[in-house]
């Protein structure tokens, strides 16, 4: 009996105590740095995101996603233009400690975005994910191009090329 | 002295196909060695093999000294002008030969050198900065006699140097072969199918006839062993011809009678065989006296290399 | 004689040059001072500038684009480049062969594998010029987007890479080809066979057989990886196993070309001396 009873609070006392494994994200925290930016057009920038454990036992298992967005309506947006390696498979973090992520991308839009990290299980579990604080980009506009500007080289490179070759065959002849 | 050349039974073929057997000979420095043979005997095959280009199938040889296992040894030694040599047309006389004489290692100053050295030797120091395409093909000759010539070769090989010549090329070219060998002591191996060119300028002939080696030796050697006819020409009086062809007509030792073109009063007879001195000749003078013909004047004709070469490519 | 030649040179100072570097001289003057180089370069700049010119009065580029624009000059270049050198070298013996100045050329203490050396080295000038002629294309498509360094420093380390294999590839096609008219239609047909990937649909493109077929083919895979450099923004090393096909490609064919096809320089194409 007096075994039952034992076996039966330990049972209970392993749902309810916390465990360190993948699905403790409610634990973490995420944290940006800055959080705006202002760049122009083509512009290479990097802001880092501060994973912190806030539980007692270790988060293990988790994943960082970076994703970014267009606050105006009509701007269409890839992430995949923007940053080439948006998904950070995290080590684990021991209790109370925390992790910097340094996040390098390249502005190939102009307009106004948000940029934000996600933090998930890698189990797949539906628990919400844990976000940091929207980051606020503002990338100017810039001509990236004179068009105009091309015609002397599309004259100019040929024609050099005829005349030297036309000097070399008359240099030879003679 | 080293021999200049020397072949033991070099054989080349092609699968079943012979186009050399059994070729034997040597050659001395100095000396100039005519190769004659028709159209497919063989004698750019065995040029071919000589210098390296081609591998013998059977056989060995030496080049100046130097056995046919160490071919680029040998093609340091030799100089070749090529039956079918092509030349760039964009490169001018000079650069052509500044190029070769650089490819047999001479450095930059001493290929310049060379080369208007050569080019003047062989009458293109004038032409000397013009494109090759402006040359005419006897100047392509020469230049090709003066490539051959760029590594001071001990031995030089000349594949019909003055094909599609007229006679003053020819001339100046077969000038250019005899001074290779009388100024630079190299033997010359000088194939050609003109017969009068290999005869005035050749110390030996070497006949060649389908792969194989139809005669060998100098011209009157080869006179000889073809036992070629002689021929002679007899100026009679007008009113004797008729007679005197009847009379030579049917003596001994005589194979034919007649009246060349273009000479009237001369009667042209061919002996059956040469020999030594001239026996036929006093014999047919003779048969002429003793019949009463009045013989106003004869020439006696040698044997040609012609005659001996037709002989022996045709018997085969 | 040459002994004596040599010796006495070297007692003035002089040396004489190795023999593959006096083919790659004169080669490389009667390409270039012969004209046919700088005519082929005329050739090629007129089709680069058209391109270029094209893509850079689209008004509607926009940043994406224009890096896929600085990409796509880069290929053509690339591409065009490669086959001028797979031509000049595809005629490197057999046209020799047919303008009856091989045997000449054979009758030097040269070696054949220092004549296929130096004509090897001479064709890849070709791409040079190509490359030089492509820069400031490049420069005014990319500059505006940050990327032309690294499209012109992938471009030029892909580029003679390719060209490198298209070269050895058109050298040993002519070593062995009975007539310069077979060595030129064989190399441009096998240039043709290895672009055709490119042409197959996206899907098709990215399934297994198609993804190794682009792979394998140094060519395509060589173009694969400068687009994700100068497009997609990556780093040298995240892309390198499309550089390997092009690495291989480029040895295996130099090599052959130099110590299998020198030995096959002959007066008669294929034909056993």
Redesign the interface.
């Known amino acids: 009996m007096r075994l039952r009873v034992v076996l039966g609070l330990a049972l209970v006392a392993a749902m309810l105590v916390p465990t360190a494994t993948a699905a403790g994200v409610e634990d973490v925290s995420v944290a940006v740095a800055p959080e705006r930016i202002a760049t122009t057009?083509?512009g290479?920038f990097s802001f880092t995101s501060t994973i912190s454990n806030d539980g007692a036992t270790e988060a293990r298992g988790l994943i960082a996603h970076l994703n970014v967005l267009s606050l105006r309506n009509g701007t269409y947006v890839d992430p995949?233009?923007w940053s080439?390696n948006r998904t950070r498979y995290l080590q684990p973090i021991a209790a109370g400690e925390s992790t910097t992520i340094t996040w390098r991308m390249?502005a190939?839009?102009d307009g106004d975005f948000g940029i934000y990290v996600a933090v998930l299980p890698e189990d797949g579990s539906p628990v919400p994910p844990v976000t940091g604080p929207t980051i606020h980009l503002d990338v100017a506009e810039?001509?990236?191009?004179n068009?105009?500007?091309?015609?002397p080289?599309?004259?100019g490179?040929?024609a050099a090329?005829?005349i030297?070759?036309l000097a070399?065959?008359l240099r030879?002849r003679g | 002295m080293t021999t200049a050349i020397e072949a033991h039974g070099v054989a080349k073929s092609y699968g079943s196909l012979v186009a050399v057997e059994n070729l034997t000979f040597t050659v001395e420095p100095g000396e100039v060695l005519g190769v004659l043979g028709p159209n497919g005997a063989g004698k750019t095959t065995a040029i071919?093999v000589l210098?390296t280009?081609?591998?013998p199938t059977h056989g060995s040889f030496s080049v100046a000294g130097i056995p046919h296992t160490r071919p680029?040894?040998i093609?340091?030694?030799?100089g070749?002008l090529?039956e079918?040599?092509?030349?760039?047309e964009?490169?001018t006389g000079e650069?052509y030969l500044r190029?070769?004489a650089?490819?047999?290692?001479?450095?930059?100053?001493?290929a310049r050198s060379v080369a208007r050295t050569l080019l003047e030797d062989v009458g293109l120091a004038e032409r000397a900065t013009s494109l090759i395409a402006s040359y005419s093909r006897g100047m392509r000759q020469r230049l090709g006699i003066a490539?051959a010539l760029v590594?001071?070769?001990?031995v030089v090989f000349l594949d019909e140097p003055t094909l599609g010549l007229d006679p003053a090329g020819q001339r100046q070219i077969l000038g250019n072969v005899r001074g290779i060998a009388s100024e630079r002591g190299a033997a010359v191996l000088l194939c050609s199918h003109l017969l009068a060119e290999v005869e005035e300028n050749c110390s030996r002939v070497l006949i060649l006839n389908r792969g194989h080696v139809a005669a060998a030796g100098t011209v009157a050697e080869i006179v000889r062993q073809a036992a070629a006819p002689r021929t002679a020409r007899l100026q009679v009086a007008a009113e004797h011809m008729e007679h005197a062809v009847a009379v030579l007509t049917g003596a001994s030792g005589v194979d034919d009678v007649h009246r060349p073109d273009g000479r009237a009063g001369w009667l042209k007879v061919v002996f059956s065989r040469a020999e030594e001195g001239d026996g036929q000749l006093n014999l047919a003078v003779r048969v002429l006296l003793d019949a009463g013909v009045e013989l106003r004047a004869f020439e006696l004709e040698g044997a040609r290399l012609s005659d001996a070469f037709l002989a022996m490519t045709e018997a085969d | 004689?040459?002994?004596?030649?040599?010796t006495?040179?070297r007692a003035?100072g002089?040396?004489?040059?190795p023999?593959w570097l006096?083919?790659l001289g004169?080669e490389l003057?009667?390409l270039?001072?012969?004209?046919r180089g700088?005519?082929l370069?005329?050739a090629f700049?007129?089709l680069v500038?058209?391109i270029?010119?094209l893509v850079?009065?689209?008004?509607d580029?926009?940043?994406?684009e224009?890096r896929e624009s600085t990409s796509l000059t880069l290929q053509v270049a690339v591409a065009i480049g490669g086959m001028l050198t797979l031509l000049v070298a595809a005629d490197a013996v057999s046209g020799e062969r047919e303008?009856?100045?091989l045997?000449?050329?054979?009758?030097?203490?040269?070696?054949r594998r220092e004549l296929a050396t130096g004509k090897l080295l001479a064709s890849l000038s070709l791409w040079f010029a190509a490359f030089i002629?492509t820069v400031?294309?490049v420069w005014?498509?990319g500059n505006?987007?940050?990327i032309v360094d690294e499209a012109l420093v992938a471009g030029l380390a892909v580029g003679t890479l390719v060209a490198v294999f298209l070269a050895s590839l058109g050298l040993l096609v002519s070593c062995f080809a009975g007539s310069n008219r077979v060595s030129l239609s064989l190399s441009l047909f096998v240039l043709l066979a290895l672009v055709a990937p490119t042409q197959l649909p996206a899907g098709a493109q990215q399934a297994w057989a198609g993804d190794l077929l682009l792979r394998v083919n140094p060519l395509t895979a060589g173009e694969r990886y400068v687009s994700k450099i100068v497009v997609?923004?990556?780093?040298w090393s995240?892309d390198l196993s499309w550089l390997l096909s092009p690495v291989i490609g480029a040895v295996v064919f130099a090599l052959a070309a130099i110590l299998v096809g020198g030995r096959y320089i002959r007066?008669r194409g294929g034909v056993s001396?």
Not at chain 1, 142 to 145: A, D, W
Request: charged share 20%.
């Open positions: 057009l083509g290479k995949e233009d080439t390249q190939v839009n810039r001509k990236t191009l068009a105009g500007g091309i015609v080289l599309v004259l490179i040929p090329l005829g030297l070759a070399v065959r030879r | 071919r210098t280009i081609l591998s680029a040894a093609r340091r030694a030799v070749v090529p079918s040599a092509g030349y760039p964009r490169q650069e190029f070769h650089r490819l047999f290692g001479h450095s930059r100053p001493s490539r590594n001071d070769p001990r | 004689m040459t002994e004596l030649v040599e006495r040179d003035r002089e040396r004489s040059a023999g006096v083919v004169q003057r009667d270039w001072l012969g004209g700088l005519v370069s005329f700049s007129l500038g058209i270029a010119y850079a009065t689209n008004t580029l926009n940043f994406l224009q303008r009856g100045t045997e000449t050329l054979l009758l030097t203490p040269v070696s002629i400031p294309y005014f498509l505006g987007v940050g997609s923004g990556h780093d995240e007066l001396g």
